[in-house]
């Protein structure tokens, strides 16, 4: 590529030698065309130093990979208001428990680096969408992430953690008590790695966002937080990577979390505000399609258990009783679609056969009137 700012191509020598020794045979049998992959820090930050030398804005998109439109749409984001974008892909060990699977997570290395040289070109082509492309690919290892401990994930393990209370221990993190230290640590590292002016990202993951703005403001990190809003399937449900794993008949009855949002939302916007007229109609959502379900035949149903609904505060996530329409609210849940008792013979079961179980999360806003 022709757009490389000066001093920036002298990278290209060293990006193929870091891409080689990627720790997969398909991470190093690619070089991407036009972005540079960086494995380690040092050589990014010297990308970094040249930006800035040149008058060029950096926008970063962290992602633990397995890219589908909710990711590029935060890249989409950034391109209209940076001149490069940066995106680590990294599967982040010290937000999983040590009883969640780390290991089923989807990783999709050259399907990803397909889509993001595909998304630069669509950018490229459409003067419309901003001045921005992807310049790196922050990829790195967890010996680089992790460079003095191995990263623990034990609530008490050693190692050099941000912890951001007491919003880390609600919603999510009640059910996941290590899940936003990691969250917030890691992120304190990228920030760190690639010092951009804005990062963005997902409505998807509400708490996030607020964790996220609260670790900018309390340790006067340098960066603007830009949050996108949810990108969903034609049928409602916000795409996840972990949806690979639904199939048909999961994805189907895994939609009840969006209906039951939607249906408390549309309680608020005809005038309810207590907590008891919006989450009273999202229950009753959840629970005649459980009743349903449980109707069915093993063969024909798929179960679920819903872990909460919540109607919480906009910044401080704290359980509300009563919502203040000046102020809004968060409305979100988390409902966890069990594996499959029984499958049929060619059912589209998705990835893993319909035995992974999968939880899944949304959220809406209800806006200040
Ligand atoms: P992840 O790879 O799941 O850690 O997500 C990386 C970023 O993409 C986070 O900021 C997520 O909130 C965001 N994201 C994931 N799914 C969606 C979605 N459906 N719509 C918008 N943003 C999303």
């Known amino acids: 590529m022709s757009r490389w700012v000066k001093g920036v191509r002298t990278f290209s020598s060293a990006a193929s030698s870091l891409l080689a020794g990627a720790t997969t045979a398909s991470q190093s049998a690619r070089q991407p065309s036009s972005f540079q992959v960086f494995r380690d820090v040092p050589p990014l930050r010297q990308l970094r130093r040249s930006l800035l030398q040149n008058d060029r804005t950096v926008g970063f998109v962290p992602t633990m990979g397995a890219l589908h439109e909710g990711h590029l749409s935060l890249i989409r984001e950034a391109a209209r208001e940076n001149t490069d974008i940066f995106v680590s892909i990294y599967v982040n060990p010290t937000r999983f428990g040590v009883n969640e699977d780390l290991s089923s997570y989807p990783r999709t290395w050259d399907s990803d680096v397909a889509q993001l040289e595909k998304l630069n070109e669509e950018l490229a082509s459409n003067p ?89 403001q309390d340790f006067l990190i340098g960066t603007e937080v830009r949050i ?38 549309e309680a608020y916007l005809a005038g309810k505000v207590s907590r008891a007229d919006i989450l009273g109609v999202a229950k009753k959502v959840t629970e005649r399609v459980l009743a349903e379900q449980q109707a069915l035949a ?19 996530l704290d359980e509300l009783d009563l919502v203040d329409p000046t102020h809004g609210a968060v409305l979100s849940a988390a409902l966890k679609m069990a594996p499959l008792e029984e499958t049929k013979p060619g059912e589209d079961c998705g990835l893993g056969d319909g035995k992974v179980p999968v939880r899944l999360i949304d959220n809406l806003i209800l806006r200040p009137s």
């Open 128 to 216: 419309g969408a901003g001045a921005g492309r992807i310049t790196a690919i922050f990829a790195p290892t967890s010996k680089v992430m992790y460079p003095t401990l191995p990263p623990s994930s034990e609530i008490d393990g050693h190692g050099s953690f941000v912890t951001i209370t007491p919003l880390s221990t609600k919603l999510e993190g009640s059910a996941r008590p290590v899940f936003f230290r990691g969250v917030a640590t890691v992120c304190m590292k990228l920030f760190n790695a690639t010092t951009p002016d804005r990062v963005y990202f997902g409505q998807k993951d509400v708490q996030q966002t607020v964790i996220i703005k609260r670790l900018v």
């Open 228 to 265: 996108v809003e949810t990108s969903r399937g034609t049928d409602g449900l916000a795409l996840s990577s972990r949806n690979v794993y639904l199939g048909e008949r999961r994805r189907a009855v895994g939609l009840t979390i969006y209906k039951a949002l939607k249906a408390a939302e």
């Open 298 to 316: 093993p063969s024909e149903r798929a179960l679920f258990e819903v872990d909460y609904v919540s109607l919480a505060d906009p910044s401080t």
